[in-house]
């Protein structure tokens, strides 16, 4: 079957990012057809393939967060490895990072740097409090960032204590924002010829989240709080326990809703009252509308066989991205790509003996 061409063709992105929020966003723009290369640390690697739960050895968190991407290993505190991607730098597209800020400038790897190399680069940094203020160079992770944003006070039971949401949504959420930037900063270069840098945090995007609660402090000073599963404005918008256990989720969130639910709440689907079990994660995986929208794809792993793979989270009518290819060992491409930017086999062995490179 011919693959539609992906609007990402031709567009190579190094990830010289870690974890979470970066590879989500080096993932979003391979499953659109970037070249992306996954830039890993030839001793510790990425961490996030220590994470369980595993299957023969493999991460289920690294096997979906990195498919679809190519694979070096770079010692980027050695001078010789930054030499390696200043060279990589100039064929490239996109640079993400998502180290402590200065990092990348006490390698000799900063924006400024890398620009004077490739002016049409498109440098993307991920940080928890963003690139300047007086937070700046503050270390910070996911859960830590819900605590600071105010998020973590307003989730929970009333009477309950602060509680961290149940995915890393703000690292996600980021890496979703930051892959909407960077293709925003591609289009403005192809208008204007001119890379530039796009700054990303966690600080940001949970304030863009927090949205109508922060709006309504600015406005009226009202501090928001946690309401357990309710809603501040709508009602009845919340979980109920049903007599054999079970929990479900009623939103009877207007008028036209109310007055469905009032004659009618033991049959609320059939009366068209938005209503619904909470499921836990092996239901939804199993429920047929999952099935029906393609959300759940399969890809052949060298090591696990046919695996599924969680796909995709939007449908084109003109193109198909999805997952092409498994998440790529550590320095499973390293020399696929320097023979692709001019390393002979006897320098790459060289680097190889210095530890350079894996």
Same mark, same amino acid.
């Given at each position: 079957m011919t693959i539609p061409t992906l609007s990402l063709d031709g567009i190579r992105v190094l990830d010289c990012s870690r974890v979470l929020a970066g590879p989500f966003c080096g993932m979003l723009l391979a499953d659109l057809g970037a070249d992306v290369i996954k830039v890993e640390d030839p001793g510790s690697g990425d961490e996030s393939r220590t994470w369980p739960p595993h299957k023969e050895g493999e991460s289920a968190a690294y096997l979906v967060i990195n498919r679809n991407k190519r694979d070096i290993t770079l010692d980027l505190k050695s001078a010789e490895g930054v030499e390696v991607l200043t060279t990589l730098v100039g064929r490239s597209d996109v640079l993400i990072e998502n180290f402590r800020t200065g990092t990348m400038e006490s390698f000799g790897l900063g924006y400024e740097t890398l620009a004077a190399v490739n002016p049409r680069l498109i440098y993307c940094s991920i940080s928890a409090f963003g690139r300047t203020g007086p937070r700046a160079d503050g270390a910070g992770y996911e859960a830590l960032m819900q605590a600071f944003s105010g998020i973590m006070s307003i989730t929970g039971e009333p009477d309950g204590p602060p509680?961290?949401?149940?995915?890393?949504?703000? %690292?996600?959420?980021?890496? $979703?924002?930051? =892959?909407?930037? $960077? /293709?925003n900063a591609l289009l403005h270069r192809e208008r204007t010829g001119l890379g530039?840098?796009?700054? &990303?945090? +966690?600080?940001?995007? =949970?304030?863009? +989240?927090?949205?109508?609660?922060?709006? &309504?402090?600015?406005?009226?000073?009202? $501090?928001?709080?946690? +309401?357990?599963?309710?809603?501040?404005?709508?009602?009845?918008?919340?979980?109920?326990?049903? @007599?054999? &256990?079970?929990?479900?989720?009623?939103?009877?969130?207007?008028?036209?809703?109310?007055?469905?639910?009032?004659?009618?709440?033991? $049959?609320?689907?059939?009366?068209?009252?938005?209503?619904?079990? /909470?499921?836990?994660? %092996? @239901?939804?995986?199993? %429920?047929?509308?999952t099935a029906a929208r393609r959300i759940i794809e399969r890809v052949v792993h060298p090591r696990l066989g046919e695996i599924p793979v969680v796909g995709t989270p939007v449908k084109f009518s003109r193109m198909r991205p999805g997952v092409r290819t498994p998440a790529p060992r550590q320095g499973e491409h390293t020399d696929q790509v320097l023979a692709e930017h001019g390393y002979s086999a006897g320098r790459i062995a060289e680097l190889r003996a210095k530890k350079v490179i894996l």
């Open positions: 509680v961290r949401c149940g995915v890393s949504f703000l %690292d996600l959420t980021t890496g $979703i924002l930051c =892959a909407f930037g $960077i /293709v530039q840098r796009v700054d &990303g945090s +966690l600080l940001e995007t =949970a304030v863009a +989240l927090l949205n109508y609660h922060a709006e &309504g402090y600015l406005l009226t000073g009202a $501090i928001p709080t946690a +309401l357990g599963s309710s809603h501040p404005s709508l009602s009845p918008y919340r979980n109920f326990r049903c @007599r054999d &256990g079970q929990w479900v989720f009623i939103a009877g969130a207007n008028d036209r809703f109310w007055q469905r639910l009032v004659p009618a709440l033991k $049959i609320l689907e059939e009366a068209g009252v938005p209503a619904t079990p /909470v499921n836990t994660v %092996d @239901r939804v995986m199993d %429920d047929p509308q």
